[in-house]
């Protein structure tokens, strides 16, 4: 189980992006994720004409690794670690380790 996942809200601890907040959009591999508005980058990008593309100067989101952001804690408001625990009827769900808190339902 990933402590992780798409679609949960982060906020950036370390690197140029430090204390924005955005929403997985989705996992890269093991090690990176795509979060939406965090580390954006300028890219030069060719024109393709077959496809319909314009060149220029494009802002595009780049993977940041999995060490560089902590999940968000709504109750506290501040980054915090994730837990996995097991419950009584065999369902692993993960926790916020600060108050114990159940993150996923």
Do not use: Y
Not at 8 to 35: A, P, S, Y
Not at 81 to 86: A, F, W, Y
């Amino acid at each position: 189980m990933r402590k992780i996942k798409k679609g949960d809200d982060v906020i950036v601890i370390t690197g140029k992006d430090r204390t924005k907040r955005g929403t997985v959009k989705g996992v890269v591999d093991t090690q990176h994720l795509l979060v939406e508005g965090i580390n954006k980058v300028k890219k030069h990008q060719r024109p393709n004409p077959a496809k319909g593309d314009a060149g220029g100067i494009i802002d595009k989101e780049m993977p940041i690794h999995i060490s560089n952001v902590a999940l968000f804690n709504p109750l506290t408001k501040k980054a915090d670690r994730v837990g996995i625990r097991q419950l009584e009827d065999g369902r692993r769900v993960r926790f916020f380790k600060s108050n114990g808190e159940v993150v996923d339902v």
